[in-house]
């Protein structure tokens, strides 16, 4: 049993013994990184039962910086979600924010102009969503937001919901906050 929390961060030398496939080595993602690219090992498996706590994650996919795992996705059901959330915020390590999906879509966006014509780039856009901290998350309906999520001073967690073919899931992006030496 591997528990996500745990192998978040760390090397692939640390946890070769655990990934089944093994068509890259450190010296490739090292490649990789010097490229400024990310390796592609969205193919990678555990040899062992991926855990979230004690949620057995069925599908996911694993991303490296470098020769560090800076991302977990995963995906689940709605009962899922919900069972995962009501954990994590029981968590005091883990602020809990959410944003709605009506306010999504009545958020403006925000045009960022650089001034760098000459350079190709003249603006950017973005939205930018406030959060009430007096808002109450009604855990009945779910599907009311767009984008919910937990911040540690280590982690990042947003959970988003998704459709294909008007079946619903909801998708896991776990982060690891990088540290100045993750860069070097």
């Known amino acids: 049993m591997i528990q996500l929390l745990e192998i978040l961060g760390k090397d692939y030398e640390s946890l070769k013994d655990i990934i089944t496939r093994t068509d890259f080595d450190s010296e490739t993602l090292e490649s990789f990184s010097k490229a400024g690219i990310n390796a592609p090992v969205s193919k ?48 005091k390590e883990f602020e809990f924010r959410f944003i709605t999906k009506q306010q999504v879509e009545e ?15 003249t603006e950017f856009k973005r939205k930018r969503f406030e959060f009430d901290p007096s808002s109450q998350f009604d855990r009945n309906n779910i599907d009311k937001y767009g984008v919910m999520g937990f911040r540690s001073d280590k982690v990042n967690i947003i959970i988003k919901e998704e459709f294909v073919e008007s079946r619903s899931f909801f998708v896991f992006e776990i982060y690891k906050i990088p540290n100045i030496e993750d860069f070097n």
Request: glycine content about 4%; hydrophobic content about 40%; charged content about 35%.
């Open 44 to 91: 990678v498996k555990l040899n062992q039962d991926l855990y979230f706590f004690n949620f057995k994650i069925e599908k996911y996919k694993i991303v490296f910086l470098r020769n560090k795992i800076c991302q977990i996705d995963f995906v689940g059901d709605k009962n899922k979600t919900l069972e995962i959330i009501d954990v994590l915020r029981t968590i």
């Open 107 to 121: 958020t403006e966006w925000e045009i960022m102009d650089d001034n760098t014509e000459e350079k190709g780039f």
